[in-house]
């Protein structure tokens, strides 16, 4: 069956610092996401992605976040400068499209603590 | 704001059906109700969806009322390894993003 996968699965960085979180979505979706859940709380939304460009961010998604796929395969987040409550696990997931018979996917997810 | 009501949590002896509730209110006619899990810290991993007929597949059935109110996923013969949270969501059929807004979720505990 087909995965979306992460890497790394844990990173460890000191505040002030820029992270890039990587994730290889699943080959023939169009829609890709991330999420992030702080430790004992809920995932939370903070962005879309569809045909090279942000579809929906959410408040938490400010300046110091930013999405890319550099080529066909990668889909990556960005954290400029990372602040200790940026610590949290980040998912990933791809769409093949929004369409209700269609399910998202997630990955394994990447631990991020900020020191 | 998530638009369903869970309840925290919820135990289960493992080979015993597990059926847990949720609350759609004020869920649109458009809008579809899927459920998730997430075992441990790992990622959220689909487990089903429908829109107003009972749905069902190798992993559990769906229960959805006349009035798509509320609905209850059912897990046959719960094991040790479905102990996770459990979220139920509601999503537009189509939308312009796909976007999944997440509650607290349920907490089952299998037990042996």
């Known amino acids: 069956e087909p995965e979306v996968t992460q890497t790394p699965s844990h990173q460890v960085t000191q505040m002030g610092q820029e992270v890039i979180l990587r994730c290889v979505p699943i080959?023939?979706?169009?829609?890709f996401y991330w999420y992030r859940q702080i430790l004992g709380q809920k995932v939370e939304f903070l962005v879309s992605?569809?045909?090279?460009?942000?579809?929906?961010k959410s408040e938490i998604f400010d300046d110091q976040f930013s999405v890319e796929r550099p080529d066909g395969s990668n889909f990556t987040l960005k954290i400029r400068s990372t602040k200790l409550e940026d610590s949290a696990m980040y998912f990933c997931?791809?769409?093949?499209?929004?369409?209700?018979?269609?399910?998202?996917?997630f990955g394994p997810g990447t631990r991020l603590t900020v020191l | 704001d998530a638009k369903t009501t869970q309840p925290p949590s919820m135990d289960c002896a493992e080979g015993r059906a597990a059926n847990l509730p949720c609350n759609h209110s004020?869920?649109?006619?458009?809008?579809?109700v899927y459920w998730y899990r997430q075992i441990h810290s790992q990622g959220p991993q689909y487990i089903i969806h429908?829109?107003?007929n009972n749905e069902t597949n190798e992993m559990a059935s769906l229960i959805i009322t006349e009035d798509r109110k509320s609905s209850t996923l059912i897990l046959p013969h719960a094991t040790l390894r479905d102990t996770a949270v459990y979220y139920c969501?509601?999503?537009?059929?189509?939308?312009?993003?796909?976007?999944?807004?997440f509650g607290q979720g349920t907490t089952l505990q299998v037990k042996p």
């Open positions: 997931a791809s769409l093949p499209s929004p369409a209700s018979t269609d399910t998202q996917y």
């Open positions: 080959s023939n979706h169009l829609y």
């Open positions: 992605f569809y045909n090279n460009e942000i579809s929906e």
């Open positions: 004020t869920i649109s006619g458009n809008e579809y």
């Open positions: 429908g829109l107003k």
């Open positions: 969501i509601v999503r537009p059929g189509s939308s312009n993003t796909g976007k999944l807004i």
